[in-house]
């Protein structure tokens, strides 16, 4: 099992977008992802197939305002993963990619507590990284075998629908 876990953010509106600062996020969360899977492939392939799970973010489901590098970066790691899986398959290596949005982490605490942001989700709450690693742990499982090149969400429905959450 690999889990690419890795990566970073950079918040500036496209007119300041400052090009280094967008080139390092995508080497991190995109390159760092691929090298992963580049250097993991051949020795799952030896063990006769595996399970690559990708984290991405619900950025690589929608746009986030003045996220420019950081949703580039999720959407290509979305792009990225169902390539994997389709390259790999045939190896038995399976590759899904998980996208989780509005998880407290030390990433998305911007001043402690719920936010008002968190409780326009369908959910009306943050999660939890348990809540993102029993979705892990699942598709590490071979309960998961037949689960190839999917993406899951795990942000309390903040993309399944137009609430206007994302309005800044």
Do not use: C
């Not at 605490?109 to 029993?134: H, K, Y």
């Amino acid at each position: 099992v690999l889990v690419n876990n890795a990566g970073i953010l950079d918040f500036a509106p496209i007119p300041d977008v400052d090009v280094d600062r967008f080139r390092r996020v995508l080497e991190v969360n995109v390159v760092g992802t691929m090298l992963g899977m580049k250097h993991v492939a051949p020795s799952m392939r030896r063990a006769g197939g595996g399970s690559i799970i990708n984290i991405s973010s619900n950025a690589g489901l929608v746009g986030l305002p003045s996220a420019a590098a950081y949703v580039a970066s999720k959407w290509a790691v979305r792009g990225l993963s169902k390539t994997a899986a389709i390259d790999l398959g045939g190896w038995g290596i399976r590759v899904t990619s998980v996208h989780p949005g509005g998880i407290h982490t030390p990433m998305t605490d911007f001043g402690g507590g719920e936010s008002a942001w968190a409780r326009r989700l369908p959910l009306r709450r943050m999660g939890q990284p348990e809540e993102v690693a029993a979705v892990v742990a699942f598709l590490a499982s071979d309960e998961a075998s037949y689960v190839t090149g999917a993406e899951w969400s795990v942000d309390g429905g903040a993309t399944s629908g137009d609430r206007g959450i994302f309005d800044q």
